[in-house]
């Protein structure tokens, strides 16, 4: 942690800047929308979790999110953030629906929250306090609430209160309202979020930017915006400066890796033979690519320490995907080229190659366009009993962007099944005659659509069977003898039919 030390009358006293501290954060996004009753019922809560979440994700947050949850799934998901958060350096909470001052106190509604009175709501809300407890009582060095929370007030009677109560933020903690005490926020007013959540999402990518001034630059746009109606507060008592984007953030945990390898687009070469065989790799010149490659028979390997050998296999895949051919002749050969390479039981190099399938230089998960291109080989080593823990190091990183992944890494495997419906349709040839072509239709995963829908009737191409399962098995992140296709035609030998040009999955 860098520490830079500030003096004044008092004495001498130390403030932590994490702008330059690679951290992790982890955030829980809440957004319940679908209340019991017409007038209840909010129009963009979910949109807001939704948006807020894929921002935060973007900025390297890991992210559990819960939409339109009860009093007991909202309860069961509070304790597993706080469960996981104590594995974190910054931990996020964001709320957007009803929130209610009952007696002084805050609650936060689930959408089985009855509201027939303050006794009743209550007891079928979740306190604010509790979540704040739960944060505290974990080790985070920042903690963060953003409360967009005070929406119209559903069948109020005495006890309950329009807006939320003023609340202590306990060291290391800031608390963001979306309105001042006592008044109402708008579900409204920018587009499909809130004009609150609308300005945090137009202002969290601004870089460097501490988050005091952050929340100052969201408070005047919801000002102008709500035609001075609503303005947005804050309480804070953090110690040092927190950037959202200053690229502190990473998604990986608990590695034993340093953070220039980590976050390699950092790394700075130190001289060592090795390092320049990375430098030379990280070229995507061939002519230094593939003499830098043949230096890595002639090393010491006994001198490499973890953390190289963890960027050398992440190079190495990029390199190969970039078709220079000594790369790839390692992959075709690779269980073997990799077996001197161990360091005890541990496969350094081999989880540099599988972290940079789904991570980028800057240590956050892809989402999308994974590193796929070489899958089929790397995971041919995925049921080898001496390279597990690579698979179970891999899987472990993986594992809070479950969500994002269509087949999890793992050292029992599990079959991926994929349903294909192609669709038969009149067209028009080149010279304007009428033929029948097939088009593909639909791609569902356990019977949910995958497809992207956005790529219909716009730009296909003519493909075989086989020239479409090799771009749907990349784009899926999955080895294709895990695939297990069904689709409604049975020659597939001699099957051509129109595919988009675009991506063929949701994003």
Not at 142 to 150: M, P
Not at 247 to 257: K, R
Request: aromatic content about 12%.
């Amino acid at each position: 942690m860098l520490i830079s030390i500030q003096q004044n009358f008092v004495g001498v006293y130390f403030v932590p800047n994490f702008v330059n501290k690679k951290m992790n954060g982890l955030a829980f996004v809440v957004g319940n929308a679908n209340y019991e009753g017409e007038h209840n019922k909010l129009i963009n809560a979910v949109n807001d979790a939704n948006d807020f979440s894929a921002k935060l994700l973007n900025l390297g947050f890991v992210v559990m999110k819960s939409t339109d949850c009860t009093n007991e799934s909202f309860d069961r998901d509070i304790r597993k953030f706080s469960d996981e958060l104590k594995k974190y350096d910054v931990g996020l909470f964001y709320f957007s629906g009803h929130g209610l001052q009952i007696e002084g106190k805050n609650y936060l509604t689930s959408i089985d929250t009855s509201f027939a009175d303050s006794i009743s709501a209550k007891h079928t809300s979740i306190p604010l306090d509790e979540v704040m407890d739960y944060m505290q009582q974990s080790k985070t060095i920042v903690k963060i609430l953003i409360l967009d929370a005070c929406r119209n007030n559903p069948l109020p009677d005495r006890g309950i209160n329009a807006g939320l109560a003023p609340i202590y933020a306990p060291k290391g903690t800031i608390i963001a309202f979306s309105t001042s005490p006592g008044e109402t926020a708008m579900d409204y007013g920018a587009g499909r979020n809130s004009i609150y959540t609308g300005s945090l999402l137009n202002h969290i990518d601004d870089k460097n930017i501490p988050i005091e001034d952050f929340f100052k630059r969201v408070r005047t746009s919801v000002f102008t915006l709500s035609n001075g109606k609503q303005t947005s507060w804050e309480h804070t008592s953090l110690i040092g400066n927190f950037c959202f984007n200053s690229g502190q953030l990473i998604h990986s945990i608990n590695l034993p890796y340093s953070r220039e390898h980590i976050v390699d687009k950092d790394f700075i070469s130190k001289g060592s033979p090795i390092d320049e065989i990375i430098v030379s790799l990280k070229s995507y010149d061939w002519y230094k690519q593939n003499p830098a490659i043949s230096k890595l028979n002639g090393l010491n390997r006994a001198t490499i320490d973890i953390s190289t050998r963890f960027l050398l296999g992440r190079n190495l895949l990029q390199t190969a995907i970039g078709g220079e051919f000594a790369a790839n002749a390692i992959f075709n050969n690779l269980s073997n080229w990799l077996d001197s390479w161990f360091n005890g039981k541990e496969n350094h190099v081999l989880n540099g190659i599988l972290y940079e399938m789904y991570f980028n230089s800057e240590g956050k998960f892809r989402r999308t366009n994974f590193k796929s291109g070489l899958i089929d080989k790397i995971f041919e080593l995925e049921e080898n009993k001496k390279f597990a823990k690579s698979f179970v190091f891999i899987h472990n990183q993986l594992e809070p962007f479950r969500d994002f992944l269509f087949y999890l890494p793992s050292t029992s495997p599990v079959t991926l099944p994929v349903d294909i419906l192609l669709k038969e349709v009149e067209d028009e040839d080149f010279m304007g005659e009428n033929i029948k072509k097939k088009y593909l239709e639909s791609i569902k995963i356990h019977g949910t659509e995958v497809m992207n829908t956005d790529t219909i009737k716009k730009w296909y191409t003519t493909a075989t069977y086989n020239q479409f399962i090799d771009k749907l098995h990349f784009e899926l992140c999955v080895p294709i003898k895990r695939l297990r296709i069904s689709i409604n035609e049975q020659d597939k030998q001699n099957l051509i039919f129109q595919i988009p040009m675009d991506r063929l999955l949701k994003k």
